[in-house]
């Protein structure tokens, strides 16, 4: 098929070459076209069942040494080891696992874009078909309020308008006649007589047949584009599979060394590589990945809560270093829902508040409030828009804002200016007699209608359009003629209001002496002007707030929409998204600029209108050669390829399109830009507890492996046994670094600039908080084993002070991990109420292990009296408390130098 140049033929010449007719295809037909091909369906790409699903868990890096080591630990004989090891992991999968699903079935459950079933006419006779059956050939029928469910050429058409912002961008809707015939290389803006899928009817009635189903529609060809681009590794992949090599090669180059330490002080080969294996387990930490699993699964939970599907676990912490957000203008900044915002008549300029299809508001004139029921031009014009209209409006119960439209978004708006006057029954002051239309040629409608003894016909237009059918202008109560003055006074209004990128509408009349004269009269001459109105997609009330906070987390917000330039440019201003000396750039200067300077222009661009999908992924890829971590937000068929190379892309669930979800990483179940603020706010605190615990584990487990290091470097007996390594490293570690996962954000984490995607886990001293706190703990804990043994105390007796120092020493440091700057004495230890149990339930499994005796004949353990525990307890709590105490210290005089400073300075 020639899709390209259907809009270049005529109807009947269409109809032929696609071998139908008006009457459409025979059954037998449309089954053998459907052979040919294929059903009406958008390609869901490479789909992976479950059990790949399942499987693809378990291919991160560190997994795989986790399993490495079951496998030694289990050759070894050590069962418990290799059994705890393996639940780990398990576990993990398990998490990963039913979190993918979950997103996939939640992604599903947003799919509404394409329309499930079509009008269609089959051997002469009107049949309701689901929508993926149609084939080309078809002829479908439409009306207002229908999704276009397959590209075609118009056939018949009545008053058609299609509000194709899905594919172009353009909030307006587009008035459509199957009589224009366009050249073959016209944009698909500019086709007229056609209509494509995924596009929304807004008002009229028409039937095309159908040119192009499933992938070869416009559709279809662009969710191809989204091939090209290729799938982004979030920063947090890339710090943990750092993290999990260096791991890897530390603990195979400690096991190596005590190995060889112990062989040369005489102890068995066995007994010596059994227990470097120990230490080896102990230095990877086992229960990150779960943990992270979980941190992050948690976070997605709490993201649903708030109207954010994510479809990838890792999506939510990536926003949390996202530099710039480029944002699509219509349904995301903007409302979709046109608005009446200012009204010139009788010479005035009228602001109306209120937007949206909220039925309240106020017409305030130089800072007074008027009523336009009292002025004769306003309640005319009121008048007029709600009569010269198609639109349907059903008021919701509270009677603030409407709970059911259908038609055109202007017309709506006019019905919703009506209401705010107080004019909202039009039906029962004047009936319909008749109506012209609204033509693209003409550019008006008109309606004749009856007030009792009255005719009337009512004109609504382009303003300029307008005027030149007027004889008269409605000021005050008289219909004064129109001079050369008054008509240059009218244009120069309508040019001010469009500079601000108002759309605008002219509103005029004409009065009968009775029925004879308005059916023979024509309609549209010898007009009264009555006045225009302003209108415009307002933006949505709380983005402006949410680019605020965006900006003041150091992310700037960058509009790219097929729009005009100056709508665009009006729109950012109100957002404050364009700030002074802010660069705009169309879709024509990005085709003049080559990819260099392009990518030096994106550092100051903050508008992008008139672009196109190739020209989207141009700018993603212009602000990635930069360094910045984009995130890409849209609803339309035309965003999906730049969502897809973003490094995350976030799709409209009220009004994204298929192919819009499917390349994004992050849904947003409520078309709210504020929800991508909070979602960057949840990702920052989940980086951030990420790193508190990978913090507390990793200090941890240094505590661990300097105590057995040093002390078989030094010949001493082992101060831990294997099995107390693994009760403390997977139990009394894991339950207080899961409840760090859900550790409240601190104060500032708003008000901090975007991280570093090139950062390293270990960056901003976090190598030394490690170092630090793990070296204390393993020399409190040596201290506390050295000094037990040399008071006489059994092997047993020692090795369990030293595991419970080293076990007590780790629960009092998680409530020092809780700050990433500060320290223990920072933050109140009660406002996390699962950190509190979560240290609670450790120390009861560690109570277990000691005071319960079969346990205790497990882990090798003997009681401890209360002197025991007093010295345990100090010990524990001197490394957490002295470089809590060094810190404030610190952070004391770094305050007093900079007051000395100002001091010295005033």
């Not at 002074?580 to 990005?590: F, I, M, S, Y």
């Not at 709210?672 to 909070?678: F, G, K, L």
Request: hydrophobic share 45%; with cysteine; charged share 20%.
């Amino acid at each position: 098929m020639e899709q390209q140049t259907w809009h270049a033929q005529s109807e009947a010449e269409c109809l032929a070459r696609l071998e139908t007719s008006l009457d459409g295809l025979s059954q037998a037909e449309v089954e053998r076209r459907r052979e040919v091909h294929g059903l009406n369906l958008l390609h869901d790409g490479n789909k992976v069942s479950l059990l790949t699903v399942f499987f693809n868990q378990f291919r991160d890096f560190m997994t795989l040494v986790l399993i490495a080591a079951t496998l030694i630990s289990g050759l070894l004989g050590e069962y418990t080891d290799a059994v705890t090891i393996i639940a780990i992991v398990f576990l993990n999968g398990i998490l990963g696992f039913v979190q993918e699903v979950r997103a996939e079935r939640s992604l599903k459950a947003l799919k509404e874009l394409t329309a499930p079933v079509a009008k269609v006419r089959r051997d002469g006779a009107v049949v309701e078909v689901s929508a993926k059956e149609l084939v080309p050939g078809d002829i479908v029928l439409l009306e207002d309020g229908d999704r276009v469910p397959a590209d075609g050429r118009i056939v018949r058409a009545r008053s058609l308008e299609v509000e194709e912002s899905a594919l172009t961008g353009e909030s307006v809707p587009v008035a459509k006649d199957p009589r224009v015939r366009v050249p073959a290389d016209s944009p698909l803006a500019e086709r007229r007589n056609m209509v494509y899928m995924g596009t929304m009817v807004t008002r009229g009635r028409a039937e095309y047949v159908v040119t192009a189903t499933g992938m070869q529609t416009e559709m279809g060809k662009i969710a191809d584009l989204i091939d090209q681009s290729e799938d982004q590794e979030t920063p947090l992949q890339k710090r943990l599979d750092q993290l999990g090599k260096t791991l890897v090669w530390i603990s195979l180059g400690i096991t190596v060394l005590v190995v060889v330490a112990g062989v040369m002080h005489g102890h068995a080969l066995y007994e010596m590589f059994l227990a470097g294996v120990s230490l080896a387990v102990a230095a990877i930490p086992e229960g990150l990945p779960a943990i992270v699993t979980i941190a992050l699964a948690l976070g997605v939970q709490r993201m649903i809560k708030r109207n954010a599907i994510v479809r990838r676990l890792p999506s939510v912490e990536t926003l949390g270093c996202a530099t710039v957000i480029c944002s699509d203008k219509t349904g995301t900044l903007t409302q979709n829902k046109m608005t009446v915002t200012q009204i010139y008549a009788d010479g005035l300029y009228v602001d109306v508040t209120g937007s949206g299809h909220q039925l309240q508001g106020e017409f305030v004139a130089n800072g007074r409030r008027i009523e336009p029921g009292r002025r004769a031009a306003f309640k005319s014009l009121v008048e007029i828009a709600a009569v010269c209209n198609q639109a349907h409006l059903e008021p919701g119960a509270d009677g603030v804002s409407a709970q059911a439209v259908k038609g055109d978004p202007t017309e709506i708006a006019l019905l919703v200016l009506a209401h705010k006057a107080g004019f909202a029954k039009p039906d029962s002051v004047y009936e319909r007699v008749d109506e012209r239309p609204f033509d693209a040629d003409r550019k008006m409608m008109s309606v004749l209608v009856r007030s009792d003894d009255e005719w009337f016909a009512f004109v609504k237009g382009a303003p300029d359009v307008l005027l030149a059918r007027c004889t008269h202008v409605l000021l005050g109560n008289r219909e004064e003629p129109m001079g050369q003055s008054l008509c240059k006074q009218i244009l120069a209004a309508n040019e001010q209001m469009a500079s601000r990128a108002l759309r605008n509408l002219g509103f005029a009349y004409r009065r009968f002496r009775s029925a004879e004269e308005a059916r023979q009269a024509d309609w549209e001459s010898e007009l009264v002007f009555v006045g225009i109105c302003g209108m415009i997609d307002p933006p949505r009330d709380e983005a402006k707030a949410a680019i605020a906070k965006a900006k003041s987390a150091g992310i700037r917000t960058v509009m790219i929409t097929g729009d005009h330039q100056a709508t665009a440019t009006a729109i950012a201003k109100q957002l404050d998204i364009l700030p002074p000396g802010g660069r705009v750039l169309t879709g024509a200067d990005l085709e003049s600029l080559d990819d260099k300077r392009l990518s030096n222009l994106v550092r100051d661009t903050y508008v992008y209108a008139r672009v196109t999908p190739e020209h989207k992924l141009r700018i993603v890829r212009a602000l990635q050669a930069n360094h910045e971590v984009v995130a890409m937000t849209g609803d339309g068929v035309n965003d999906a390829p730049a969502i897809k190379q973003a490094d995350i892309g976030i799709a409209m669930g009220q009004s994204g399109t298929d192919v819009a979800k499917e390349a994004s990483s992050l849904i947003l179940a409520d078309d709210n830009y504020a929800t991508i603020v909070a979602a960057v706010e949840e990702g920052r605190a989940i980086y951030d507890n990420i790193k508190k615990f990978i913090r507390y584990l990793l200090a941890s487990n240094v505590g661990e492996i300097l105590t057995m290091f040093l002390a078989m470097l030094a010949g001493w007996p082992l101060p831990l046994s294997p099995i107390q390594i693994l009760w403390v490293n997977l139990v009394t570690d894991g339950l207080p670094a899961i409840a760090l996962g859900v550790d409240a954000p601190e104060d500032d984490i708003m008000s901090r600039p975007p991280r570093n995607v090139h950062e390293g886990i270990f960056a901003r001293g976090m190598a030394v908080k490690i170092l630090s706190r793990g070296v204390l703990i393993g020399l409190a804990t040596l201290a506390v084993f050295a000094w037990s043994l040399r008071q006489g105390a059994e092997l047993a007796h020692a090795q369990t002070m030293a595991y419970a120092t080293l076990t007590m020493a780790q629960l009092i440091l998680v409530f020092d991990s809780r700050s990433l700057e500060g320290g223990i004495l920072r933050r109140n230890p009660f406002e996390n109420v699962w950190l509190l149990l979560a240290v609670l339930s450790s120390v009861a499994l560690f109570a277990c292990t000691m005071y319960i005796p079969r346990m205790a004949e497990v882990f090798h353990t003997t009681p401890l009296g209360p002197d025991d525990w007093a010295i345990v307890l100090v010990a524990a709590a001197v490394p957490t408390f002295a470089l809590s105490v060094r810190r404030m210290g610190r952070n004391r005089l770094h305050k007093l130098q900079q007051r000395s400073g100002s001091d010295a300075a005033a």
